[in-house]
Structure formats: structure tokens, C-alpha cells
């Protein structure tokens, strides 16, 4: 179609403008400086975000396509790496909703939060770490439901 002296091609238009939708809703955007710090029942801890410590990153990359968890003591520090699994679209993410001790036990409560609304068909596989001073009890992490 031309329109001022200039030939448009519509689809072409229409694919940039879509690709850039999908572009700008799949970004992440951190809740603060690097990491979140909570306290839930005299219980300390972080939320890491990516870039994960190496030994982290390559646990988290081998809980990529079925999930789990997996508690890993290094540095001094305990960490629990959640991950969902695959999921079928952008703006799934997995909330920590409570870490406290419970009967001789650090139990860590979390949350899948599924997408609001409009998401981009993209396959994700959202995964949180929590990091705390190293403990010797044993964790158990379960999905709040």
C-alpha cells in the first residue's frame, strides 16, 4: 500500500511491533540492590537474584526442566535452591512465603505465582535461591498451595 509517496508493507511493521511487545513484557526487574533480606521467625535469610554463584547457578541449570529442590552448605552459608520447572509462559515466579523452624526442622514455605493477565508464549523456568548463615537442621520445603 502506498500512502504519501511511501510504499509500506504492513506485515513488516506488524512483526517489528509485535516482537518488541514480546521483548519489552519478558524482561525481569529486580526487587532491590541485588537480593532481599527478611526475617521470618528469628529465621534471617536473602532472595538471590541472577547471577548466582557458579556452584548455585550449575545446581539451578540441572533443576531447569523438572524442578524440586535441592539445599546446598558452602561458605558458610546454607543454600536452597526452589525450581518450578518448565512452564509455558512468561510471569510465573516462585514467592518464599515463610522460612521458620518448626519442630527441629528450617521449614521454607513458598508460592507459585502465575500470570496476570497477558503473558509472552515463551517456555520459562523460574527458579529462586535462598541463602542464610549455615545451619545443621534439617530443611524441608514445601509448595503453600
Keep these: ?9 504492513w506485515q513488516v511493521i506488524f512483526c517489528l511491533l509485535l516482537s ?3 521483548v519489552t513484557g519478558c524482561t525481569v526487574q529486580a526487587a532491590g540492590p541485588g537480593t532481599q533480606e527478611r526475617k521470618d521467625a ?6 538471590l537474584k541472577a547471577p548466582y554463584p557458579a556452584f548455585v547457578d550449575d545446581v539451578a541449570k540441572s533443576m531447569k526442566q523438572k524442578g524440586g529442590s535441592k539445599v546446598i552448605h558452602k561458605n558458610g552459608h546454607t543454600y536452597v535452591v526452589i525450581a518450578l520447572g518448565q512452564r509455558p509462559s512468561a510471569g510465573y515466579s516462585v514467592i518464599i512465603d515463610n522460612v521458620q523452624h518448626s519442630d527441629g526442622k528450617l521449614v521454607i514455605t513458598y508460592e507459585e505465582k502465575k500470570p496476570q493477565g497477558m503473558a509472552a508464549s515463551v517456555i520459562t523456568y ?5 541463602k542464610m548463615t549455615k545451619t545443621d537442621l534439617p530443611v524441608k520445603v514445601k509448595s503453600k498451595k
Aim: proline fraction near 4%; aromatic fraction near 8%.
Design 42 to 47: 528469628t529465621v534471617n535469610f536473602e532472595l
Design 126 to 130: 523460574p527458579v529462586t535461591v535462598v
Design 20 to 22: 518488541l511487545a514480546i
Design 1 to 9: 500500500m502506498k500512502r504519501f509517496g511511501i510504499d509500506i508493507n
